[in-house]
């Protein structure tokens, strides 16, 4: 199966700030990264396909780079409603696989 | 618009088996793969199965494998997870979400989840 390990788990931000999350896949996935917003008590929501096109509806400020292993999601101006936290999940393989999560706090 | 509403989680015992299910309307159910995914408490998401628009296919995460099983009926819009051998594991969260246009594997609209409590 394929490991996905996201970092920082947790990260102290201010609005307005640019924030970069990491996710690193165990073997190369190519582009096939998605990556989810999940706030407690809400549904997930998918944010980032093809690691980085921009799921209809997501503000642009959210944008995916990466290929092979190593992956980034940037926030380039956190705004009060980005305080949550992000997953990434492979979708090369099966048993498709989430990593542990980041979350975005409010400093 | 797209709605997925999940039913029959609930307090059961371990060993025992449940049955959820998800409630699809607002698009056309039949054309879409299905998934269910779970977030036990104060954890991460987990992916627990896939399966496609026409039921010809079905996929598992390594944990459930054996003990769920995942199934829909195109003429009632409803998917389902009959999970068996239910453990302390077990507890989470489980949401159904319905397979992108983008590509199947990503999941672009989630329901709201139903809580499975695994305890004695």
């Known amino acids: 199966d394929i490991q996905m390990t996201q970092s920082p788990s947790s990260v102290s931000v201010s609005v307005g700030d640019r924030v970069t999350l990491t996710c690193r896949a165990s073997q190369g996935i190519s582009n096939w990264l998605a990556w989810y917003q999940k706030k407690p008590g809400k549904a997930p929501k998918l944010l980032i396909y093809a690691a980085s096109s921009l799921q209809s509806g997501v503000p642009s400020r959210f944008s995916g780079s990466g290929s092979g292993t190593d992956f980034t999601l940037t926030i380039s101006s956190l705004q009060p409603e980005d305080f949550a936290s992000y997953f990434c999940?492979?979708?090369?393989?099966?048993?498709?696989?989430f990593g542990g999560g980041t979350k975005v706090e409010i400093k | 618009q797209v709605q997925l509403v999940e039913s029959g989680g609930g307090v059961v015992q371990p060993g025992r088996s449940l049955r959820l299910s998800c409630a699809a309307s607002?698009?056309?159910?039949?054309?879409?793969?299905m998934h269910w995914v779970r977030q036990a408490p104060g954890k991460g998401l987990e992916w627990v199965a896939l399966i496609l628009s026409d039921g010809s296919k079905k996929y598992y995460a390594d944990s459930v494998k054996g003990r769920f099983t995942i199934s829909r009926d195109n003429s009632k819009n409803t998917l389902y997870l009959q999970m068996n051998s239910l453990g302390a594991e077990d507890t989470a969260v489980h949401y159904c979400?319905?397979?992108?246009?983008?590509?199947?594997?990503?999941?672009?609209?989630w329901g709201q989840g139903t809580l499975v409590t695994v305890s004695s």
């Open positions: 979400a319905r397979g992108a246009s983008s590509g199947y594997f990503y999941s672009d609209y």
């Open positions: 999940q492979q979708v090369n393989s099966f048993p498709l696989t």
């Open positions: 607002g698009f056309t159910f039949s054309n879409y793969a």
